[in-house]
């Protein structure tokens, strides 16, 4: 597939002037989840990407001081909600994310629902892009992501067919659109096991770092460091080694993951967006 950021014709911003706000809806992927914040928050792609939007407004009379206005006049929400599924998302989140109508709204949606047995990623993929057709209409430009390719992820590994057609079915769907696409699917960083955290269903610092530095690039931003910088060689790790690992991550996470799902119950129960309005950083 295609890698957006390696052939921009022309950025988003270059095409619509600077991005003044931003809004990020989603699950637990644009929520931060993996990247742990203080109190008991979490950080995240989008927060990281949001600042590097933010460092384009830099007012160069006010960017020595450390203050809120050196960033001029940005804005940012994450309405994002781990655990939630596509219809959720769209009943909960579009519709104020058409409310607040910021220049930019990042739309990752549907993974929760491909990893569900039984599911049809065409049908996923039809209320997806009823979504992106709604949010069209309301905000300035919506950046749409894929998937990831889990080829050595662990339980999701046997999912790579059905992620890779809902993959293929959004970046059909931003064409039609005119969405700027962060294809997660390509960024090849992200498969290295370092950049997911112990549960290995959510990204680490790093990998949501990476992930950060790719959506600027694919809006035609500079970026401090390239996304897909080779990682530093790494000790290699005994059979028995990975095989405990595989045992403490059953225990620690799998097995409350299917028990979760098995009462119907969402890690998401009770939890709040983090930044339901447009604020300064």
Same mark, same amino acid.
């Given at each position: 597939?295609?890698?957006? =950021?390696?052939?921009?014709?022309?950025?988003?911003?270059?095409?619509?002037?600077?991005?003044? =706000?931003?809004?990020?809806?989603?699950?637990?992927?644009?929520? $931060?989840?993996?990247?742990?914040?203080?109190?008991?928050?979490?950080?995240?792609?989008?927060?990281?990407?949001?600042?590097?939007?933010?460092?384009?407004?830099?007012?160069?009379?006010?960017?020595?001081?450390?203050?809120?206005?050196?960033?001029?006049?940005?804005?940012?929400?994450?309405?994002?909600?781990?655990?939630?599924?596509?219809?959720?998302?769209?009943?909960?989140?579009?519709?104020?994310?058409?409310?607040?109508?910021?220049?930019?709204?990042?739309?990752?949606?549907?993974?929760?629902?491909?990893?569900?047995?039984?599911?049809?990623?065409?049908?996923?993929?039809?209320?997806?892009?009823?979504?992106?057709?709604?949010?069209?209409?309301?905000?300035?430009?919506?950046?749409?992501?894929? $998937?990831?390719?889990?080829? $050595?992820?662990?339980?999701?590994?046997?999912?790579?067919?059905?992620?890779?057609?809902?993959?293929?079915?959004?970046?059909?769907?931003?064409?039609?659109?005119?969405?700027?696409?962060?294809?997660?699917?390509?960024?090849?960083?992200?498969?290295?096991?370092?950049?997911?955290?112990?549960?290995?269903?959510?990204? =680490?610092?790093?990998?949501?770092?990476?992930?950060?530095?790719?959506?600027?690039?694919?809006?035609?931003?500079?970026?401090?460091?390239?996304?897909?910088?080779?990682?530093?060689?790494?000790?290699?790790?005994?059979?028995?080694?990975?095989?405990?690992?595989?045992?403490?991550?059953?225990?620690?996470?799998?097995?409350?993951?299917?028990?979760?799902?098995?009462?119907?119950?969402?890690? $998401?129960?009770?939890?709040?967006?983090?930044?339901?309005?447009?604020?300064?950083?």
């Amino acid at each position: 597939m295609a890698d957006d =950021s390696r052939n921009i014709r022309q950025g988003v911003i270059n095409r619509q002037g600077a991005i003044e =706000s931003y809004a990020a809806i989603g699950d637990s992927f644009t929520e $931060g989840v993996g990247d742990p914040g203080p109190n008991g928050t979490f950080v995240g792609w989008a927060d990281r990407f949001a600042v590097i939007l933010a460092d384009q407004l830099l007012d160069p009379e006010t960017a020595q001081d450390g203050t809120a206005a050196a960033h001029g006049h940005f804005r940012y929400a994450n309405l994002a909600v781990r655990g939630r599924l596509l219809d959720q998302i769209v009943e909960e989140q579009v519709p104020r994310a058409k409310e607040l109508a910021p220049d930019l709204v990042s739309f990752c949606a549907g993974g929760n629902d491909i990893i569900r047995p039984g599911t049809d990623p065409d049908d996923v993929a039809e209320r997806f892009e009823r979504a992106v057709a709604e949010l069209t209409r309301s905000v300035g430009t919506v950046l749409v992501t894929t $998937g990831f390719d889990t080829r $050595g992820v662990p339980v999701l590994r046997h999912l790579r067919g059905k992620i890779a057609t809902y993959t293929a079915h959004v970046r059909s769907i931003a064409d039609r659109y005119d969405c700027p696409v962060l294809d997660l699917w390509s960024l090849r960083s992200v498969q290295d096991r370092r950049a997911w955290d112990g549960d290995r269903l959510h990204l =680490s610092p790093e990998g949501h770092t990476r992930v950060a530095l790719r959506a600027a690039q694919v809006l035609g931003l500079e970026v401090p460091a390239d996304p897909d910088q080779v990682w530093p060689p790494q000790v290699h790790r005994r059979t028995l080694e990975v095989r405990r690992d595989d045992i403490h991550w059953a225990r620690e996470y799998l097995v409350p993951w299917i028990g979760r799902r098995l009462r119907g119950e969402s890690s $998401g129960d009770h939890v709040e967006a983090k930044r339901p309005d447009l604020l300064p950083l």
